[in-house]
């Protein structure tokens, strides 16, 4: 599958526009100074973005990411800017035409962004892989992905890798696409579905259970849509399954516990993260309102306390004292819309 895979980002397909679903599309509000930063990315990198999702977290400044599957370099030229001349972005991708754009490009976005020197690097490797890369243990800040797990054969190996490479602390923020059950091997083999970023798609409690295992003790949801199929041949064969793109941010975190408890503590937000000084959503389920006392689960303290967000939040309490489950939050089937059967959601791209 790697190799029709290779063969469709490759050769296949020559841009956004040959896509015949609607799956590797960004269908999402894009905050103002990230629109400005897309402004900025050249065009034949901008043609041959295939991503699902908006894969910036906040506080980037000076940070170390690597893009797993960074195809022509979309996302990976946007982080550079948020990074900073002071930051490093590396993008891995098994794809020559896909690097080789990617590449072309970097001295373009280097003056563009007014930078002395590259801070973005690409390098050809499976995301399954990166230690024959080099990469070292506890060595990035952040990974990104944007809509390539799914194309993975060995979605743990990628999984336990991102963990491997993460500082402790960090986080793994992407998206992709997953489905509401488990797709058959006969959906899974055929190239178009698969390269569309469709059959190839975890079913969501699959995920759940796959990213426990390898240590990212409490996904959280960040954001999530239906997705559309868009193609009525492709749909026909498939419009029983429910798609869903969405994006989960993922700590390397140990000892978090399986489910959000209450210690009775909270959190007060500064203001202080550049562009979201009035709230933040931090995951679907907290949106945390600057200047205000918010009861968060021992889990959550520890996602804020314990990464590059703690100055940004004042603390207050222990994990001393346990009142029982944290009430309200954690809903056992992640995306809210899973019945939709809506087919208008609109295309993207
Ligand atoms: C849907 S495209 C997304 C590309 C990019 N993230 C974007 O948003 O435009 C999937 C990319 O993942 C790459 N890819 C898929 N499986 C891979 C693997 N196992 N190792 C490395 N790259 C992979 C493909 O070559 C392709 O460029």
């Not at 020559?14 to 999402?28: I, R, V």
């Not at 295939?50 to 960074?70: N, S």
């Not at 590059?308 to 944290?326: K, L, N, Q, S, W």
């Amino acid at each position: 599958m790697k190799d029709a895979v290779k063969e469709y980002y490759g050769k296949v397909l020559q841009g956004t526009k040959d896509l015949k679903t609607d799956a590797c599309c960004t269908d999402t509000e894009i905050p103002g100074f990230i629109k400005q930063g897309l402004c900025r990315i050249h065009a034949e990198v901008a043609g041959r973005y295939y991503g699902c999702g908006l894969v910036m977290p906040e506080l980037l400044q000076g940070m170390r990411i690597l893009d797993l599957g960074c195809g022509a370099g979309r996302d990976c030229f946007l982080l550079s800017q948020l990074v900073g001349e002071e930051g490093y972005v590396l993008g891995v991708d098994m794809t020559d035409e896909q690097l080789a754009v990617a590449n072309r490009h970097i001295d373009y976005h280097t003056k563009q962004f007014g930078f002395s020197r590259p801070n973005v690097e690409f390098r050809k490797g499976y995301i399954e892989q990166l230690n024959e890369l080099g990469l070292a243990d506890n060595s990035f800040d952040i990974i990104i992905s944007n809509c390539v797990i799914n194309l993975s054969p060995d979605k743990e190996a990628v999984l336990r890798e991102a963990y491997r490479i993460l500082k402790p602390g960090g986080e793994l923020y992407f998206s992709d696409v997953y489905s509401d059950r488990r797709i058959s091997k006969e959906l899974a083999a055929d190239p178009v579905l698969f390269g569309e970023c469709l059959s190839g798609a975890l079913y969501w409690n699959d995920f759940h259970n796959l990213a426990k295992q390898v240590g990212f003790l409490d996904p959280r949801l960040v954001e999530d849509r239906p997705l559309t199929i868009g193609n009525d041949e492709l749909a026909k064969r498939i419009d029983y399954i429910h798609f869903f793109s969405a994006t989960y941010r993922l700590f390397k975190l140990p000892g978090l516990e399986p489910h959000c408890e209450d210690y009775g503590q909270a959190v007060i937000y500064k203001g202080t993260i550049p562009h979201y000084e009035r709230q933040l959503q931090f995951d679907k389920q907290n949106l945390i309102q600057a200047g205000t006392t918010f009861p968060v689960s021992g889990n959550t303290f520890r996602m804020l306390s314990e990464t590059r967000f703690a100055a940004h939040f004042e603390f207050f309490g222990a994990d001393d004292t346990h009142y029982g489950i944290f009430k309200g939050k954690g809903a056992a089937i992640p995306f809210d819309k899973r019945a939709s059967n809506d087919k208008s959601g609109g295309a993207c791209c």
